[in-house]
């Protein structure tokens, strides 16, 4: 990305959103690409993450996103849809991305135990995350670790933003897509 790509806003990785929404329409999925690619990234780098985790790979457009804002992390994502990781690999590789971003093949359930702990900032957009989901992510964060969860306008949304508003655990605010993603700092 130039200069003048930053100063215009333009998005490195539109073409991978594009195709994203191509997909979902032909592939009758969920896979939607999440709205502000930009603020991840932004938040990944003020952040200072060294180690994200993405549960919802899609076709890997957050995931490079996630890498692109923070050039010193490495970006583990879960994925179960087996044609989303292959697609999500390619555009992972073809935006150079490959050496820095591993796709984890499985459900959350069978991959978030395999995962050691002390992420920096885990991105949930697989589609609503449940209480159970943010109790793992949590565990896999480190002390003051960020949690950036969407969707959270679906079903069992209401439960998982209880869970996000307990105090002792986490500091919680409503700020992307019109409230329906949280950015939350575990306690």
Known sequence: MTALDRQSGA???RAICEQTERHRRQHGCWAYPFGD???LGTLARAVGAARILELGTALGYTACWLAYGSPQ?????VERD???IMLAKRNIIDAGLSGRVTVHAGSFDEILPSLEAGYDLAFFDGYAPTPGDVVAIRALLRPR???IAAN???EG???VRAALADEARWRTAPVLE???TTISVAI
């Open 37 to 39: 690619g930009p603020a």
């Open 82 to 84: 087996p044609e989303h």
């Open 152 to 154: 959270l306008d679906l």
């Open 178 to 180: 019109d409230g329906r």
């Open 157 to 159: 949304g209401s439960a």
């Open 73 to 77: 992390a490495r970006v583990d994502t």
């Open 145 to 147: 670790g960020v949690l």
């Open 11 to 13: 998005d490195p990785f």
